[in-house]
């Protein structure tokens, strides 16, 4: 899932400013998960513009809550139609795509992002997420042992451990696993030391280019919008 | 073959030493240019490191250059971290043209540790991959399959870590490199002469050139504060509790007698093909440590 944190308010508060009615929207999928901007999070956010609004000289602001299912699919907003016609401004509790499908499906609106969208990642403990992929569009998990070195090793390199690990740890964060050592250890485990002393070319940059689009190969009508 | 200077005196039999300079946070190059002079008739040859620690200093090709201008015989240390794979061939090249023909390749210390901790950092190819890159473009090639005009040929050499506490993955990279196209290794920083003993029992198979890194410690606040802090170093207790043992204002010379008790053992009992001494801000002590040792 995608994993992100929540502005301050302060920061929130200020990129609202100018406008007069404001549609906190929460997304009900990965912002609901990782606690960053679903229903319950756009309930505690209007308490806290509430609250701010009560501290501050700042004109008067009127909220309007609501979540959808999920922000980053047109399907989904057709239902915001109605209010939409109601604010002046959007607050999207969404990640970074939910904010742009949102600009997109409603172009007359300010959009503005409410989280700061971090990683694709994992609930490692309740309340501890971790990052586990970095979307390069070439995995190479089968020979890793499972472990991704791109995304959990902090200079992404492919050929090993670089001389900065100590403990275990990363030389970066001395709290984070050096993710070739699990790589070798799990490697090891699986009788597949082999793999680690392969050489392993330069990254693809290209594999797929950014802004990065898939298209489905069977079954698909070229629609107006996918072009 | 490139037949640097440093490349026919590894391939003799002698033992090599070999010494590094930082160069300045600054463009005043002028204690640079001091501590080079001082340095290069005493030594095989000079590494010039590459913002060492992921401190942004004056290049390490410019420091080179300034190594060629005086008479000395430079290694380029380049690191992955602030290039990609455009800017390091170019670099490559640029230095072969100027007769800068030795090249240490390294990853490069993670941004995090260095001054500029919200730089991007690039790490586009790795420590093998470098070597390999800079081996194909001795074949006329670049790395997107297009001609040079005008082949560079390079003296190679990387890093290994013969004391690090989880050492078989550190191996397996280090036949990697030499698979790649290393043919000398600048090991990290020795402190313990058993894990070299163990590590040239591994790696006297291979046929590469040794040199044991011989840190240059001045205080045991300096050695804990670069055990903590410092990626790739581990200085053993034994060491520190040498240092912390002598009076104030006298750590810089116990540190001169340990790395030359060290470098004297490594050449007595022919431990490995050399020693690369790393003075860290003390260039200007080298000579001493050689004369004691």
């Known amino acids: 899932m995608i994993v992100a944190e929540q502005k301050p308010v302060e920061e929130i508060w200020r990129v609202i400013a100018p406008y007069e009615r404001v549609l906190l929207l929460g997304c009900g999928t990965c912002m609901t998960v990782c606690g960053a901007g679903g229903e319950r999070e756009v309930s505690f956010l209007n308490g806290a513009l509430r609250v701010a609004q009560a501290k501050s000289s700042d004109g008067i602001h009127s909220f309007l809550e609501y979540t959808v299912k999920r922000q980053c699919d047109f399907e989904f907003l057709d239902l915001l139609a109605d209010k939409v016609n109601e604010v002046d401004a959007i607050l999207s509790l969404g990640c970074g795509i939910g904010v742009q499908v949102v600009a997109e499906r409603f172009p007359d609106m300010p959009v503005l992002p409410g989280v700061n969208t971090s990683f694709m990642g994992m609930a490692k403990e309740w309340g501890v997420w971790d990052e586990r992929c970095a979307a390069c569009g070439d995995c190479r998990l089968a020979e890793t042992a499972g472990i991704c070195p791109i995304t959990r090793c902090t200079k992404g390199i492919l050929n090993g451990p670089c001389a900065g690990t100590k403990n275990g740890k990363c030389e970066a964060n001395k709290d984070m696993d050096c993710a070739w050592i699990l790589i070798y250890k799990r490697l090891e485990r699986l009788q597949q030391l082999e793999k680690m002393r392969r050489y392993y070319p330069p990254r693809n940059f290209r594999v797929i280019p950014r802004p990065r689009r898939i298209v489905m190969k069977a079954d698909v009508e070229p629609g107006e919008d996918n072009d | ?293």
């Open chain 2, 1 to 293: 073959m490139t037949n640097s200077l440093f490349e026919e005196k590894l391939n003799s039999d002698g033992f090599l030493v070999t010494t590094e300079i930082g160069p300045p946070k600054g463009a005043d190059v002028s204690e640079m240019v001091h501590h080079i002079d001082l340095l290069k008739d005493k030594v095989d040859a000079i590494n010039v490191t590459d913002h060492q620690s992921s401190v942004m200093r004056f290049p390490s090709l410019g420091g080179c250059l300034l190594v060629k201008e005086r008479g000395g015989e430079p290694i380029l240390q380049i690191t992955c971290r602030d290039r990609n794979r455009l800017a390091l061939q170019a670099d490559l090249l640029l230095a072969y043209s100027r007769d800068i023909k030795n090249v240490l390749c390294l990853t490069g210390d993670s941004v995090d540790v260095g001054d500029h901790k919200e730089a991007k950092p690039v790490f586009d190819l790795d420590s093998v991959q470098l070597l390999k890159m800079a081996r194909e473009m001795e074949s006329g090639k670049d790395m997107g399959g297009n001609e040079l005009k005008g082949a560079p040929q390079f003296c190679l050499g990387a890093s290994v870590h013969p004391e690090a506490d989880f050492i078989e993955p550190q191996l397996v990279k280090f036949e990697k490199k030499i698979t790649a196209g290393a043919q000398f290794f600048q090991t990290q920083g020795i402190f313990d002469l058993e894990s070299l003993r163990r590590f040239m029992q591994y790696a006297s198979q291979f046929n590469v050139k040794i040199l044991a890194g011989i840190i240059v410690l001045a205080s045991a606040r300096m050695a804990r504060y670069m055990n903590d802090n410092v990626p790739g170093i581990i200085v053993s207790q034994a060491t520190i509790d040498e240092l912390a043992n002598v009076e104030k204002g006298k750590g810089l010379q116990k540190g001169i007698e340990i790395a030359s008790r060290l470098i004297k053992t490594i050449r007595e009992e022919n431990l490995c093909h050399g020693v690369h001494i790393m003075a860290v801000g003390n260039e200007g002590i080298v000579p001493d440590i050689l004369e004691t040792a």
